[in-house]
């Protein structure tokens, strides 16, 4: 049961460098939207993003691993240091928590506490079972050990989470709120709960990627905000530490909540503006590389089910992982898997992954091949027209 004393009413003022920083996040986002990336361009770009996200995040709560560890950790290679065989476990299991985000947002499923609990769940053990709340009083110290934070008591815990998921979703349904400003708000509230005794900032930077991928700022993955929070780590404490005292109930609950919006939405910005000009980059790149259209695929390539696929891309533009389910007829999600698979391969592509049902549809290389297939079908039948034309004149002639 949610009391009023718990319920989530945050104070905060959208001052002009706020407003500022919201604009250039819309104009990047926008700017994004419509750039033609290739899928073998975008795959690399998302792939890249997850790397950072999971090498920073773990990296703010003192993980030593450097980011081409990183990587040879998620690839499932061994790097032969047993000293560091926790930094290993914390990184694989982040890892295995953007994945788990990615099939939830496949499903549309909606933000609600088992989810959060499923999540941290993925953090502190890499499992999707639900991690239950504390159920004691935790604390935040600095390295020298004085305590910097003294969060609610553990029986708040519970009424004020319900309150900030239920908040966060009316504020997704209802939009009278950016949602940038939603997802930096839920960002703080979950830091100033503090619901766990360990994992609390990982969880709450994963849900905040979360949300801003529901409400279609997810840049179609190609982003990472962790990288901005570590470069700025200072800035990051500076702008959780609010209101008089470190004791949440001497203050914070009232804080005015400006600060930390300011430092989130300056991090957006600045990271929407980064990805925006690699993707310009590296799709002028391509496409100097690539200076004839011409397709460079063959049917041949396909397997079965792709060959078979064909015919409902040809029908409709844009597919649903439902639409492919019934087509071939198998759960969606084996669909979803097959989906997956096809993007990696470069068969079909995300079309708009902003929406609440994500559609797809062919790559810019197999359109080009398909069109050019139709013109030749079309070529054929214009022949065999004219021929059987022909063949009927000279008939008429010989009688």
């Given at each position: 049961m949610i009391t009023e004393s718990m319920k989530f009413n945050p104070t905060y003022t959208i001052n002009e460098r706020l407003i500022k920083n919201l604009l250039e996040i819309e104009r990047h986002k926008e700017a994004i939207d419509v750039l033609?990336?290739?899928?073998?361009?975008?795959?690399?770009?998302?792939?890249?993003?997850?790397?950072?996200?999971?090498?920073?995040?773990?990296?703010?709560?003192?993980?030593?691993?450097?980011?081409?560890?990183?990587?040879?950790?998620?690839?499932?290679?061994?790097?032969?240091?047993?000293?560091?065989k926790r930094d290993q476990i914390e990184v694989s299991n982040y890892f295995m928590a953007l994945e788990f985000l990615e099939q939830e947002?496949?499903?549309?499923t909606p933000l609600s506490e088992d989810l959060i609990q499923r999540i941290h769940g993925f953090v502190l053990r890499g499992s999707k079972r639900p991690s239950r709340y504390r159920e004691d009083q935790n604390k935040v110290s600095d390295a020298s050990g004085k305590v910097v934070y003294m969060p609610p008591e553990a029986k708040d815990v519970e009424s004020m989470m319900a309150s900030l998921v239920k908040w966060v979703n009316e504020e997704i349904e209802y939009e009278e709120i950016p949602a940038p400003v939603v997802a930096g708000l839920l960002h703080y509230q979950f830091a100033t709960i503090h619901p766990y005794y360990d994992g609390n900032?990982?969880?709450?930077?994963?849900?905040?990627?979360?949300?801003?991928?529901?409400?279609?700022?997810?840049?179609q993955g190609i982003y990472s905000l962790e990288e901005y929070y570590a470069k700025n780590l200072s800035g990051y404490y500076r702008s959780l530490d609010t209101g008089p005292s470190h004791n949440y109930y001497f203050g914070r609950e009232e804080a005015d909540v400006t600060p930390f919006l300011d430092y989130f939405l300056k991090g957006m910005a600045e990271s929407f503006r980064k990805v925006r000009a690699r993707a310009d980059q590296l799709q002028k790149e391509h496409q100097e590389r690539n200076t004839t259209a011409l397709p460079s695929r063959d049917i041949r390539e396909l397997g079965a089910k792709e060959r078979h696929s064909l015919s409902l891309f040809l029908k409709q533009k844009e597919v649903s992982s439902t639409d492919v389910a019934n087509h071939l007829g198998i759960p969606q999600r084996s669909a979803l898997h097959l989906l997956k698979k096809w993007i990696d391969k470069d068969f079909v592509k995300m079309v708009d992954e902003s929406r609440k049902s994500r559609s797809y549809g062919l790559t810019t290389e197999w359109e080009l091949l398909i069109e050019q297939q139709r013109m030749e079908e079309r070529k054929q039948k214009l022949t065999q027209m004219t021929n059987k034309k022909r063949k009927q004149k000279d008939a008429e002639i010989e009688r």
């Amino acid at each position: 049961m949610i009391t009023e004393s718990m319920k989530f009413n945050p104070t905060y003022t959208i001052n002009e460098r706020l407003i500022k920083n919201l604009l250039e996040i819309e104009r990047h986002k926008e700017a994004i939207d419509v750039l033609p990336i290739t899928t073998r361009l975008f795959t690399s770009l998302r792939e890249t993003s997850r790397l950072q996200s999971t090498h920073y995040s773990t990296q703010i709560e003192g993980n030593r691993l450097t980011q081409q560890e990183v990587k040879k950790v998620v690839q499932g290679e061994s790097l032969g240091f047993p000293a560091r065989k926790r930094d290993q476990i914390e990184v694989s299991n982040y890892f295995m928590a953007l994945e788990f985000l990615e099939q939830e947002l496949e499903k549309n499923t909606p933000l609600s506490e088992d989810l959060i609990q499923r999540i941290h769940g993925f953090v502190l053990r890499g499992s999707k079972r639900p991690s239950r709340y504390r159920e004691d009083q935790n604390k935040v110290s600095d390295a020298s050990g004085k305590v910097v934070y003294m969060p609610p008591e553990a029986k708040d815990v519970e009424s004020m989470m319900a309150s900030l998921v239920k908040w966060v979703n009316e504020e997704i349904e209802y939009e009278e709120i950016p949602a940038p400003v939603v997802a930096g708000l839920l960002h703080y509230q979950f830091a100033t709960i503090h619901p766990y005794y360990d994992g609390n900032g990982r969880t709450a930077r994963l849900l905040t990627t979360y949300v801003l991928h529901k409400t279609g700022y997810g840049m179609q993955g190609i982003y990472s905000l962790e990288e901005y929070y570590a470069k700025n780590l200072s800035g990051y404490y500076r702008s959780l530490d609010t209101g008089p005292s470190h004791n949440y109930y001497f203050g914070r609950e009232e804080a005015d909540v400006t600060p930390f919006l300011d430092y989130f939405l300056k991090g957006m910005a600045e990271s929407f503006r980064k990805v925006r000009a690699r993707a310009d980059q590296l799709q002028k790149e391509h496409q100097e590389r690539n200076t004839t259209a011409l397709p460079s695929r063959d049917i041949r390539e396909l397997g079965a089910k792709e060959r078979h696929s064909l015919s409902l891309f040809l029908k409709q533009k844009e597919v649903s992982s439902t639409d492919v389910a019934n087509h071939l007829g198998i759960p969606q999600r084996s669909a979803l898997h097959l989906l997956k698979k096809w993007i990696d391969k470069d068969f079909v592509k995300m079309v708009d992954e902003s929406r609440k049902s994500r559609s797809y549809g062919l790559t810019t290389e197999w359109e080009l091949l398909i069109e050019q297939q139709r013109m030749e079908e079309r070529k054929q039948k214009l022949t065999q027209m004219t021929n059987k034309k022909r063949k009927q004149k000279d008939a008429e002639i010989e009688r």
